[in-house]
């Protein structure tokens, strides 16, 4: 029965051996040449040892049982050449402990005890070599699928940047291109520096970025962002970045760089081989001799032809591949799948750390709101609203603040500055200036009490711009922010996927952050804090919380830089946050969707229920063959299930972690 199923084995390997052979003919990209070769090797080993099995005995009358033996020994070399190699050089080089080693000693063993028994069957040791060696390829092809996805979804580096000159494109390096430079982006091709659109509209395809399926529309004005692929209309774009420093080498930086940090998960897995394999390997010895041993005392037959097959069979079941290979993998997998949503992870550590996040700290401006205030109301007015908003659109244009751009863009027109005169900017209070030659006052109340003037308070939620013309109260202008459109669902989301606590710092007045927080159900708000008063709220809620719980701040400006810093997870957003925060932060959301916050924790708490999963399942199946294999119940084919086959299970159970659209 058991020729059979080894019959049945090779003969699908075989096939399966033949159809990735001829898949890597018809496109090369599918398979290294490593790859090629070892398939080669495979399918070679597994011909010889089908006719091996079929026709042994018959050949064993014309070539005698050395000549067997040596076109077995052929076969065992074929596939287990390089292991033998591996093992070799690990023992020269003091590093002797590792699976290359104990598959080495339990086949050369199993051939060994072959010719002391003289049985004639070497398959044993050829089989247990040719599926760790099938289980081998499995993982170096999964993992090389794994990141060929990864380039695929991230292949977004601009090989060259258009640049006129003479009155024609020229094709120069990215890195060429200096600040301020113009540069033409033609309808299929990528936009390569950061830049500010002057000429022409377009649609842009963002998925490598942001994971957004949609187009993004843009014209003149719009910021835009390396990586996007142009879709339509010529564009010519002004870059406010060199390309070392742009988006797109920030996110290939990122992504590159991610699997140099380590989850406290693969350090175990690290630290548990360097111990585990050097234990087993003694407990191997010693379940070879000392049973007997003991027997001899006794004064009865040693069986040592038994209790060294024994300890062969615990030593292929030892194999610690299925963890040391599939954990890293599950990591890498889940990084990439994130990268492919949008959402860029430093490092498997700040994955690991992520999906223990309870609770969740926002900024405001910029990260639940969109930072761009708007004028909603005039009220009070002794003039008419249109003639109130030209006198602040005048009074604040030399103002680079967003409460002087919403004026401005309120006002719908340009500004000519030539009727603005004796420009006066009081900090913490406001400015006065003459427009047309009459004198305008825009701030708030102390501005007024300043001016000894009476202004009308408002009840609205918002900036309050108090307007005094000719030294008389004109009214008032109410500016707010506009809260972002997946605000409210994020912290709707947060809650439902086990976040304990949800709070809000920021800098405006209480009056406004209480309401934008009610509006989005934050549990609590903290308001009219500086930077240093961000960082020590957050030092007490994180002396606060539970030992195991995570703390994710999560933020966009350069001052929320020192918080992301400090929180155990620092989350920035990174299409239109500073430089400072991505910089600061573990993980980089790409399209500033706060509903991502959500996304990116769901993304890593699979990924750590697979490692859980593969770690359990790995661990459980060699404790159990482990024992068997000892009591003598399992042999050498149910020692290549717990070793290839889990491994094989595990290494697949990991690729999961890549698939998380519709997390």
Request: glycine share 8%; net charge neutral; hydrophobic share 45%.
């Amino acid at each position: 029965m058991q020729e059979w199923i080894v019959d049945g084995l090779l003969i699908l390997v075989i096939l399966l051996a033949t159809y990735f052979l001829g898949k890597g003919v018809t496109n090369k990209r599918s398979l290294t040449k490593k790859q090629r070769k070892m398939l080669v090797r495979i399918w070679a080993a597994s011909i010889l040892l089908l006719i091996g099995q079929l026709l042994g005995e018959k050949m064993e009358q014309y070539i005698g049982s050395v000549g067997l033996f040596l076109y077995y020994l052929i076969d065992y070399l074929v596939i287990g050449s390089d292991i033998l190699i591996k093992a070799w050089k690990g023992i020269r080089n003091h590093q002797v402990f590792d699976e290359s080693f104990l598959m080495a000693i339990a086949t050369v063993g199993a051939f060994a005890l072959a010719i002391y028994e003289q049985s004639g069957d070497y398959t044993e040791a050829i089989a247990v070599m040719l599926f760790y060696q099938i289980g081998e390829w499995f993982q170096s092809y999964a993992v090389g699928k794994s990141r060929r996805n990864i380039s695929e979804l991230m292949d977004i580096r601009p090989d060259y940047a258009n640049v006129e000159k003479g009155g024609k494109l020229e094709k120069v390096d990215p890195d060429e291109v200096a600040i301020g430079s113009i540069i033409t982006v033609l309808p299929g091709e990528k936009v390569a520096i950061d830049g500010i659109v002057i000429e022409g509209n377009s649609s842009l395809n963002t998925s490598a970025l942001t994971g957004e399926s949609l187009p993004r529309d843009v014209q003149v004005n719009d910021e835009i962002i390396s990586g996007c692929i142009n879709l339509s209309g010529v564009l010519k774009i002004q870059t406010t970045k060199e390309f070392g420093e742009s988006t797109v080498s920030k996110i290939l930086d990122l992504v590159e760089n991610a699997s140099s940090r380590k989850s406290h998960s693969e350090n175990f897995i690290s630290k548990f081989a360097r111990i585990y394999t050097p234990v087993v390997c003694i407990a191997a010895i010693l379940l070879a001799f000392l049973p007997p041993l003991f027997s001899l005392l006794l004064q009865m037959a040693p069986q040592w032809e038994v209790w060294v097959y024994r300890a062969l069979t615990f030593l292929v079941i030892s194999c610690p591949c299925a963890l040391v290979i599939s954990i890293p993998l599950t990591f890498f997998a889940g990084i990439g799948g994130a990268s492919n949503a949008g959402v860029l992870v430093k490092g498997s550590n700040y994955l690991e750390t992520l999906s223990k996040t309870k609770i969740v700290v926002f900024d405001k401006t910029g990260t639940l709101t969109q930072g761009v205030f708007e004028v909603i109301g005039v009220h009070h007015g002794t003039i008419s609203d249109e003639q109130l908003i030209e006198y602040a659109a005048y009074a604040e244009s030399s103002s680079s603040h967003p409460i002087s751009k919403s004026l401005q863009k309120a006002y719908g027109k340009t500004v000519d500055r030539t009727r603005v005169s004796d420009v006066q900017e009081i900090s913490g209070n406001g400015v006065i200036a003459k427009v047309d030659g009459i004198q305008v006052a825009a701030g708030n109340e102390k501005l007024m009490t300043r001016l000894g003037i009476k202004a009308i308070p408002c009840h609205h939620v918002g900036t309050i711009i108090h307007m005094a013309v000719n030294g008389e109260y004109a009214g008032h202008i109410v500016i707010s922010d506009v809260i972002k459109a997946n605000a409210k669902k994020a912290i709707q989301g947060l809650r439902a996927c086990g976040i304990k606590k949800s709070v809000m710092l920021t800098g405006d007045a209480g009056k406004v952050a209480q309401q934008v927080g009610k509006q989005l159900g934050i549990d609590e708000v903290y308001s009219e804090l500086l930077p240093g008063d961000k960082v020590q709220k957050v030092e007490q809620l994180l002396k606060n919380k539970a030992e195991k719980e995570k703390l994710a701040f999560v933020g966009d400006g350069i001052n929320d830089a020192p918080v992301l810093g400090r929180a155990d997870i620092g989350i920035a957003m990174g299409a239109m946050g500073s430089d400072a925060a991505i910089e600061a932060a573990d993980v980089v959301l790409m399209d500033d969707d706060p509903l991502k916050i959500v996304k990116a924790i769901k993304i890593s708490r699979k990924c750590l229920r697979i490692v859980y999963q593969n770690i359990i399942f790995a661990i459980g199946v060699k404790v159990i063959c482990l024992l068997l294999g000892a009591v003598g119940i399992a042999n050498m084919w149910l020692a290549i299930f717990a070793d290839v086959g889990v491994m094989i299970l595990a290494v697949l159970n990991a690729i999961r972690a890549l698939f998380v659209k519709n997390i």
